[in-house]
C-alpha cells in the first residue's frame, strides 16, 4: 500500500463521520437546536475536540472555568492518544447495549453518564501525574453538576456503559475492566478505613451491575 493511501486510510474515522451526519439531520429536523449541536459538536474537526468542550461545558464554575478543563484534556490526549480509541469504544457500548440509543449522537448530547466518564479519565490522568488537587476538584464539580462521584484515583477500562448513572459512587481503589455494564445508583464501596489500604471492588471484564447495587470492600466480581 502506497503512502498516501495509507495517510487517506488514517483520515476515515466513521464513528465521527456518522456523528456529524446524525447531528446534521438533527438540526434539519429541530432547528431550535441549531445552536447547541453546532457549539458542541459540528464546529469541531475531531471528535477528541468534542469531547473536550463537552466535558469543560459540564464542569465549568468560576472555580473551575471550562477553559482551563479544555487545556488540561488537550494535554491529556497529548500524552496519551489512546484515550481518543478509548472515547469511540465508549460511544460504541452505549449504542450497542442501552436499547433505548438509537444514535451515537445521544450519549454524547444528552447522557451525563458518558460525560462523567470521560471526566474521570482526566481526572485520573492528573491522579497519575501528582497533580491531585485538580483531579480532586474536577471529581467535586463531577459530583456536583452529574451527580456522579467517581474517585480520580479508580481505575476505569474502555467499552464502559454508565446507564442514567445518578447516584453512582466509585471509590478509590476501584478497578473496572473493559466492557462493563453499570446502572444507576451503584456504590463500589470500601469496607476499611486503613489509608492505602486495597479497599474497593474489582469489576471484571463483561459484567454488567444492576440498579441500585451495593458491592463493598476488595472483592473480585467476574
Known amino acids: 500500500m502506497q503512502k498516501a493511501e495509507k495517510a487517506v486510510l488514517k483520515s476515515i474515522d466513521p464513528v465521527w463521520q456518522q456523528m456529524r451526519s446524525e447531528a446534521q439531520t438533527l438540526v434539519d429536523a429541530e432547528p431550535a437546536l441549531a445552536a447547541f449541536v453546532f457549539a458542541n459538536l459540528l464546529s469541531h ?115 464502559i456503559m454508565l446507564d442514567h448513572a445518578t447516584g453512582c459512587v466509585f471509590g478509590e481503589t476501584v478497578v473496572i475492566e473493559d466492557n462493563v455494564s453499570i446502572l444507576h445508583d451503584v456504590t463500589l464501596g470500601g469496607s476499611t478505613n486503613v489509608k492505602g489500604a486495597d479497599r474497593h471492588p474489582k469489576i471484571r471484564s463483561g459484567v454488567l451491575i444492576g440498579a441500585g447495587a451495593k458491592i463493598l470492600g476488595a472483592i473480585e466480581i467476574g
Not at 52 to 72: C, E, M, N, Q
Not at 147 to 154: F, L, S, W
Open 45 to 159: 474537526d475531531t471528535l477528541e475536540q468534542a469531547i473536550i468542550h463537552r466535558v469543560g461545558s459540564w464542569l465549568d464554575h468560576p472555580d473551575l472555568p471550562a477553559d482551563l478543563t479544555r487545556r488540561l484534556y488537550t494535554s491529556a490526549l497529548q500524552q496519551k492518544p489512546a484515550l481518543g480509541l478509548i472515547f469511540r469504544a465508549d460511544l460504541s457500548a452505549v449504542i450497542e447495549r442501552d436499547p433505548a440509543c438509537y444514535r451515537l449522537i445521544e450519549p454524547f448530547l444528552y447522557f451525563k453518564g458518558f460525560v462523567a466518564l470521560q471526566a474521570q479519565r482526566l481526572a485520573h490522568a492528573l491522579w497519575l501525574e501528582k497533580r491531585k488537587d485538580l483531579a480532586m476538584m474536577i471529581q467535586s464539580r463531577m459530583a456536583a453538576t452529574m451527580n456522579v462521584d467517581i474517585h480520580p484515583g479508580a481505575k476505569i477500562g474502555r467499552g
